[in-house]
């Protein structure tokens, strides 16, 4: 495995006030960007880094299919949050190979959660007040999570 220094998150993200659940709001340049932003902030809000030593990366492939880009996208997300759970890893980076409105294919980057300080638990990515959509600058998400 190789051994990566730990980059600080520049915040891509803003988090949305919500009664129960926590969400943000997500911005990148291209559809490639937003879905590693998103997932990014996600793990973001779950835990953060205890140190910014140099850590070992287990790599994770990772490909979705659905019927359309707001599937695809909670799909992504929730996936994350399973391995996540199963794998006991973080995922602070992400490589996307390939995506387009219904397919991904991706790697995950993942370090031991004893690496990390939890800060949340994030059940799941949900539907309700989804928002995806392009703009002048690129593309804009809003997504809330059930926590």
């Known amino acids: ?86 794998k006991e890893l973080i995922f602070p980076a992400f490589e996307i190979k390939k995506l387009d409105k219904k397919n991904l294919k991706a790697i995950a980057m993942g370090e031991n959660i004893n690496k990390y300080k939890v800060n949340r638990e994030i059940k799941a990515a949900t539907y309700h007040a989804l928002e995806i959509k392009e703009a002048e600058s690129g593309w804009q998400a809003q997504v809330i999570f059930d926590v």
């Open 1 to 86: 495995m190789a051994h990566f220094l730990f980059p600080k998150l520049v915040k891509s993200y803003e988090i949305i006030e919500h009664t129960a659940d926590i969400g943000i709001k997500v911005k990148g340049k291209d559809l490639k960007e937003l879905f590693k932003n998103a997932a990014a902030a996600m793990f973001d809000l779950i835990a953060e880094r205890k140190d910014s030593g140099a850590v070992s990366r287990k790599k994770i492939k990772v490909e979705e299919h659905a019927d359309d880009l707001e599937e695809l996208f909670v799909n992504w997300l929730n996936e994350l949050l399973s391995l996540s759970a199963t």
